[in-house]
């Protein structure tokens, strides 16, 4: 079964990065594009960027440009997104979430990863 | 970016009651309208695609209509398992995006 295991909580300082990860199992990986979507109270769910796992081809909503960046390592199909400059405006709750790309959809996600920036 | 709006924002209901939960595109969408279930403790999984396409193990109490800028998500009879937020989010223009949720409330 299609499974993404995503890595665990995250404090950080204002100001570092941090990588946050995405591990997929039970079926191809470079078969399907992987999102990643960003969940705050205030501004509900938004779309960060999208990545193509066999080529590394990406892209990014002009909001999250500079602030995230997205890679692959298809040796472990773990897909990686990096937050960096963070300010308290990045905690949150970040998903990853498989692309249908038949029928243009999140068809599997992630169980989410808070990151905290705090001092 | 396509706007999403969703009603109601919160929605009480009863064991058994038929809801509908709307969501309106600040522009046509061509059907590219896709319904999420979120539980309390973060899961997210879908529920409908392209409007009306039932996600695989889905419940058949799920249905989804609409067309142009109107979609709406339908559950027949609610059971205990239901209640939970709900997104609707749209994949017809770039960056795809979602509406503000409805928390569906035991009455």
């Known amino acids: 079964q299609v499974q993404l295991q995503q890595s665990g909580a995250e404090l950080v300082k204002p100001g570092t990065s941090v990588k946050l990860s995405c591990k997929a199992s039970?079926?191809?990986?470079?078969?399907?594009?992987m999102n990643w979507i960003k969940q705050t109270t205030g501004q509900g769910l938004e779309w960060i960027g999208i990545?193509?796992?066999?080529?590394?081809?990406?892209s990014y909503n002009v909001k999250f440009k500079g602030k995230a960046t997205l890679t692959v390592d298809k040796s472990s199909s773990t897909a990686f997104m990096q937050l960096s400059s963070l300010t308290p405006e990045d905690s949150a709750v970040y998903y990853c979430?498989?692309?249908?790309?038949?029928?243009?959809?999140?068809?599997?996600w992630g169980q989410g990863v808070m990151v905290t920036v705090s001092s | 970016d396509i706007q999403m709006t969703q009603s109601p924002s919160s929605l009480p209901a009863s064991l058994g009651e038929r809801v509908t939960i709307s969501c309106r595109a600040s522009?046509?969408?061509?059907?590219?309208l896709n319904w999420y279930q979120q539980k309390p403790d973060g899961t997210i999984k879908p529920l409908i695609y392209?409007?009306?396409n039932l996600q695989s193990g889905v419940p058949s109490r799920f249905s989804g209509s609409g067309s142009g800028t109107d979609y709406s998500l339908t559950i027949s009879s609610l059971e205990p398992e239901d209640f939970a937020m709900y997104y609707c989010?749209?994949?017809?223009?770039?960056?795809?995006?979602f509406g503000g949720g409805t928390k569906l409330e035991l009455k």
């Open positions: 039970g079926y191809t990986f470079t078969s399907n594009h």
């Open positions: 979430a498989r692309y249908d790309g038949t029928y243009y959809y999140f068809d599997y």
């Open positions: 989010q749209q994949d017809a223009s770039f960056p795809p995006t």
């Open positions: 990545i193509n796992p066999g080529s590394g081809g990406t």
């Open positions: 392209y409007t009306s």
């Open positions: 522009q046509g969408i061509s059907n590219n």
